[in-house]
Structures are given as structure tokens and as C-alpha cells.
């Protein structure tokens, strides 16, 4: 079974397997935890994007190995879209995506730093993802939360 914990702490701080962020294709520059995470690694992720390699599209995914600056030992970028727009359903099918790839890659702690859409309250955005951890159910995972947005 899945559990959730809900931390106050930046995305570099945040001591998972993985820490995972969005970046989408109508933020330039990148934004939120993604900007914080990009700019601890050296800018990888800003790199791809102007080299024309990544481009923030849904179900993209961008992994970085953590060059000693992170929490956590990788850090994932996952391309959500546009963010303008970005409904309720759509921002769960990103997080249930999300949640598909870390597990699939064998990363049972999982760290998310999420940004809560522009109607949206922490606590919609933390019931959100626990909707999608109950969905998920197939592979057992911690899951840590952040809701920053720098």
C-alpha cells in the first residue's frame, strides 16, 4: 500500500529516490520546483530546451542524476503540456503518469514537488495525489510532497 507525507521543504531538500517536478511547454523559462531542481543540477533541463531536444509536451520525461546538490539521488522531469488551461483531471492523469514511470523505474520513495493549479488550494492538490496513490495500488511506494512553488 501507497502512503503519502506531506513535507514543508524546497525540492532540492526533499530526500527521496527520486525527485520529480513538472516543466511545461508554455513556461519559458522553466518554473516552480522544476527552475529550483534545473539550476541546482547546472541547467540541464534549460539546456535540452534550447537545444530543441526537450520540450515540456505531456509524458515527456527528462532524468538527471543528482551531482550532489540534491536530497534525493535522481531528479525527474516530467513535461506536463501547457499550463495554461491545465484542469483537475488532466494535472491527475500527469501525476498518475508520473507515479507510472518512477515505480516502473523501481523507485519506491518518491519525492514530488508540485505546484497547485491557479484555482486550486494546497489541500485540493494534496487530495489530489492521494486519489492517485489510492488508483495507483499496484506497486507499494512512499510517497514525500511538497507543495511549493518558488
Known amino acids: 500500500m501507497s502512503q503519502l507525507r506531506v ?23 522553466v518554473q ?7 539550476w541546482r543540477l547546472g541547467d540541464p533541463l534549460t ?3 534550447v537545444a530543441a531536444t526537450s520540450f515540456g509536451r ?3 520525461h527528462f ?10 539521488d535522481w531528479a525527474l522531469f516530467v513535461g ?17 503518469h508520473l507515479l507510472v514511470v518512477c515505480t516502473g523505474a523501481g523507485f519506491r520513495r518518491i519525492a514530488l514537488c508540485l505546484a497547485p493549479l491557479a484555482a486550486m488550494t ?15 495500488g499496484n506497486a507499494p511506494c512512499e510517497c514525500l510532497l511538497s507543495l511549493e512553488r518558488i
Do not use: C, H, I
Open 7 to 29: 513535507l514543508d521543504l524546497a525540492a532540492d531538500r526533499m530526500e527521496g529516490e527520486v525527485v520529480a517536478a513538472f516543466f511545461f511547454s508554455d513556461e519559458r523559462p
Open 32 to 38: 516552480g520546483p522544476a527552475a529550483l531542481l534545473d
Open 47 to 49: 539546456r535540452a530546451l
Open 58 to 60: 505531456a509524458g515527456e
Open 63 to 72: 532524468l538527471v542524476r543528482n551531482n550532489g546538490k540534491l536530497g534525493s
Open 80 to 96: 506536463g503540456g501547457n499550463w495554461q488551461g491545465l484542469g483537475p483531471e488532466t494535472y491527475r492523469s500527469l501525476v498518475n
Open 122 to 136: 494546497g489541500g485540493e492538490l494534496e487530495r489530489l495525489v492521494r486519489q492517485s496513490l489510492e488508483e495507483f
